[in-house]
């Protein structure tokens, strides 16, 4: 081989290298709880000059838990090829994805359809509890918070409609013993049916939330449907919010709790329950518009931040794409049905589960 050929051999190998090089890849884990917004956000951010999605674009992709991207975003990266991925493992799995700098299993590629996962770095998080409340409190993530989800309990579809309202204590005592009888919720002391508890798994924001605003401390029981048996079964683990919403919707009697993302695709929201006396909309729950005035004015207490967690030690790339995605969502909050941009809150906590208060 002469040395001409050399030459342009290791010119081309240069420029291939520096091509890969300018790819941007962006990877996200961390809470379920605005997947929805999320999903649009980065949708908008990519805009005309998205190329490719997995799975492709459809009225249930935004609730999907692993979805990749692939195109340009001029704004941020010029015409260099951005891929975001994102895995919704949980709130409190996101937080350790950094902290613990451990491995994700996002998609592979963006060829619809395409289910073959590769372990990956997370460089962002979305969570929906503060840090300090998980056990991995360091080092310290920066983090921004953006926006408000309200969390749901939620009746199976097979319990008495006479459950409607669950108040503080009924839940600690139910979490507590896993199952009680209908009329300890209904009134109705002709309902003796138990109603089971179904929990999330741990990872999950919304368990650390509602425990902690309900005051319930101690070591939950709780039930899972177990097909073979046809019967409830104890669950030491916790279920996701896809198997909750399964289980709602076919078995029972039982009790859970979902953000209202999740608790929609329960008899179309027909069975949220109140929480101490007060429901987190007003009207009939829809997957258009909500009012969610009690939330905004401290009447409902049972409600997550979203935020958005990096290490302090981000790239200038990851820092950019976290600045604009959490515009982009501020802009997704104001007309979205689940959840409630920050500027329109009349109240705030300073910890999860803290007492609410005006904002001053």
Same mark, same amino acid.
Not at 16 to 38: C, M, P, W
Not at 83 to 99: E, P, S
Not at 313 to 319: C, E, K, L, Y
């Given at each position: 081989?002469?040395i001409?050929?050399?030459?342009?051999l290791? @010119?081309?190998?240069?420029?291939?290298?520096?091509?890969?090089? *300018?790819?941007?890849?962006?990877? =996200?884990?961390?809470? $379920?709880?605005?997947?929805?917004?999320?999903?649009r956000?980065?949708?908008?951010?990519y805009?005309?000059?998205? $190329?490719s999605?997995?799975?492709? %674009?459809?009225p249930?992709a935004?609730?999907?838990?692993?979805?990749?991207?692939?195109? #340009?975003?001029?704004?941020?990266?010029?015409?260099?090829?951005? #891929? $975001?991925?994102?895995?919704?493992?949980?709130?409190?799995?996101g937080?350790q994805?950094?902290?613990q700098?451990?491995?994700?299993?996002?998609?592979?590629?963006?060829?619809?359809? %395409? #289910?073959?996962? $590769? @372990?990956?770095k997370?460089?962002?998080?979305?969570?929906?509890?503060?840090?300090?409340?998980?056990?991995y409190? #360091?080092?310290t993530?920066?983090? @921004?918070?953006?926006?408000?989800?309200?969390?749901?309990?939620v009746?199976?579809?097979?319990?008495?409609?006479?459950?409607?309202?669950?108040?503080?204590?009924?839940?600690?005592?139910?979490?507590?013993?896993?199952?009680?009888?209908t009329?300890?919720?209904?009134?109705?002391?002709?309902?003796?049916?138990?109603?089971?508890?179904?929990?999330?798994?741990?990872? *999950? !924001?919304?368990?650390?939330?509602?425990?902690?605003?309900?005051?319930?401390?101690?070591?939950?029981?709780?039930?899972?449907?177990?097909? &073979?048996?046809?019967?409830?079964?104890?669950?030491p683990t916790?279920?996701? @919010?896809?198997?909750i919403?399964?289980?709602?919707?076919t078995? !029972?009697?039982?009790?859970?709790?979902?953000?209202?993302?999740? *608790?929609f695709?329960?008899n179309?929201?027909?069975?949220?329950?109140?929480?101490? !006396?007060?429901?987190?909309?007003?009207?009939?729950?829809?997957?258009?518009?909500?009012?969610?005035?009690?939330?905004?004015?401290?009447?409902?207490?049972?409600?997550?931040?979203?935020? =958005?967690?990096?290490?302090?030690?981000?790239?200038?790339?990851?820092?950019?794409?976290?600045? *604009?995605?959490?515009?982009?969502?501020?802009?997704?909050?104001?007309?979205?049905?689940?959840?409630? &941009?920050?500027?329109?809150?009349?109240?705030?906590?300073?910890?999860? !589960?803290?007492?609410?208060? &005006?904002?001053?």
């Amino acid at each position: 081989m002469n040395i001409k050929k050399l030459a342009l051999l290791s @010119a081309t190998g240069l420029l291939s290298l520096a091509a890969v090089r *300018a790819q941007v890849e962006i990877n =996200i884990s961390g809470a $379920v709880a605005f997947r929805d917004t999320a999903y649009r956000a980065i949708r908008n951010l990519y805009g005309a000059n998205l $190329v490719s999605q997995n799975p492709a %674009d459809s009225p249930t992709a935004s609730s999907q838990l692993k979805v990749n991207w692939t195109g #340009t975003i001029p704004a941020l990266f010029g015409n260099q090829a951005v #891929t $975001v991925r994102a895995f919704y493992n949980g709130a409190v799995a996101g937080i350790q994805d950094l902290t613990q700098d451990r491995s994700v299993l996002f998609l592979n590629t963006t060829t619809p359809g %395409d #289910t073959n996962t $590769v @372990a990956l770095k997370s460089d962002l998080a979305l969570s929906s509890v503060f840090q300090r409340s998980t056990v991995y409190t #360091t080092p310290t993530l920066d983090d @921004a918070r953006f926006g408000v989800t309200p969390i749901t309990l939620v009746r199976s579809t097979t319990a008495s409609s006479g459950i409607t309202n669950i108040n503080s204590q009924q839940f600690r005592t139910l979490a507590a013993n896993g199952s009680l009888p209908t009329w300890f919720f209904s009134g109705n002391t002709n309902e003796v049916n138990p109603v089971v508890f179904i929990n999330r798994d741990p990872t *999950a !924001g919304q368990r650390v939330v509602l425990f902690k605003d309900s005051g319930f401390n101690g070591s939950p029981i709780s039930y899972t449907w177990d097909i &073979p048996s046809s019967s409830f079964v104890i669950d030491p683990t916790g279920r996701t @919010a896809p198997q909750i919403q399964t289980q709602l919707n076919t078995a !029972g009697p039982a009790i859970s709790f979902l953000v209202t993302l999740d *608790a929609f695709g329960v008899n179309g929201g027909a069975n949220v329950l109140a929480y101490n !006396g007060s429901l987190p909309f007003r009207g009939t729950f829809n997957n258009v518009a909500n009012d969610f005035t009690p939330v905004i004015n401290g009447q409902y207490s049972l409600w997550v931040y979203e935020h =958005i967690f990096s290490r302090s030690t981000a790239s200038a790339n990851v820092r950019s794409f976290r600045d *604009a995605l959490i515009r982009a969502i501020d802009t997704e909050l104001q007309i979205s049905a689940f959840s409630i &941009p920050l500027s329109k809150m009349r109240v705030e906590r300073v910890a999860d !589960g803290a007492p609410v208060a &005006p904002v001053e």
